[in-house]
């Protein structure tokens, strides 16, 4: 299943609300996953089933969507939060998007 | 703590082999299904392999069927991949990762990673 995330790199401010796009290429139900990888580090899963966020992941993020329509919502960015966030589909063996970039403008 | 240590990596040349070791501890390793994800350079994520707690079932990507092998030692917690007939398109930092629930294949921890070059 093809998954495919907009936009490809995104520049915010601190504070902004962010949102990143990710669209599959078929109905994958809610079995979706957001990922972040900082640079040089190995990805870390912040929400799973669409919509659950992983334990210890702060609440300003926030995951939305079902079907083959999914949003990564970040309320308030903070500088730390600077990192490439990766979808990925699991609703029929898996695969992942190419990311979006996140910097800081 | 959950810790992922994976080792073995290195440069290789196309057609060779390379066998690549993850240790695990701080979790009860029998109880998880394992896989190797990887990332090619400035790429994307991929999903290579899994194995299942207890090694009875293994599943690869089409790409490596044949030419890779996932195993486990439960005994030694500790996850393998043996990577066969290398080919360049396999280069990539090789992660290896837990699987969050048995039938749900999100990864919720995963090791630093290790490097692979397939090149002459």
């Known amino acids: 299943i093809q998954m495919t995330q907009s936009p490809s790199l995104l520049s915010a401010s601190v504070g902004d609300r962010v949102t990143l796009s990710c669209k599959a290429g078929?109905?994958?139900?809610?079995?979706l996953a957001w990922y972040q990888q900082k640079l040089g580090e190995a990805p870390k899963l912040l929400i799973y089933?669409?919509?659950s966020l992983q334990t210890g992941i702060p609440s300003r993020f926030s995951g939305s969507g079902s079907g083959t329509d999914f949003t990564l919502t970040i309320s308030s960015l903070q500088p730390e939060d600077v990192a490439t966030y990766f979808c990925?589909?699991?609703?029929?063996?898996?695969?992942f998007g190419a990311g979006t970039k996140l910097e800081l403008k | 703590e959950v810790q992922l240590v994976e080792s073995g990596g290195g440069l290789v040349q196309p057609g060779r082999s390379l066998k690549l070791s993850c240790a695990a501890s701080g979790f009860t390793f029998s109880d998880y299904n394992m896989a190797w994800v990887r990332q090619a350079p400035k790429k994307g994520l991929e999903w290579v392999a899994t194995i299942i707690y207890d090694g009875s079932r293994t599943y690869y990507r089409d790409s490596v069927k044949g030419r890779f092998t996932i195993s486990r030692d439960n005994a030694k917690s500790t996850l393998y991949l043996q990577m066969d007939s290398l080919r360049s398109e396999d280069t990539a930092t090789y992660y290896c990762?837990?699987?969050?629930?048995?039938?749900?294949?999100?990864?919720?921890?995963w090791g630093q990673g290790v490097m692979v070059t397939v090149s002459s």
């Open positions: 078929q109905n994958i139900n809610n079995y």
């Open positions: 990762a837990t699987h969050a629930d048995w039938e749900l294949w999100y990864f919720d921890y």
């Open positions: 089933n669409a919509n």
């Open positions: 990925q589909q699991y609703n029929s063996w898996t695969t």
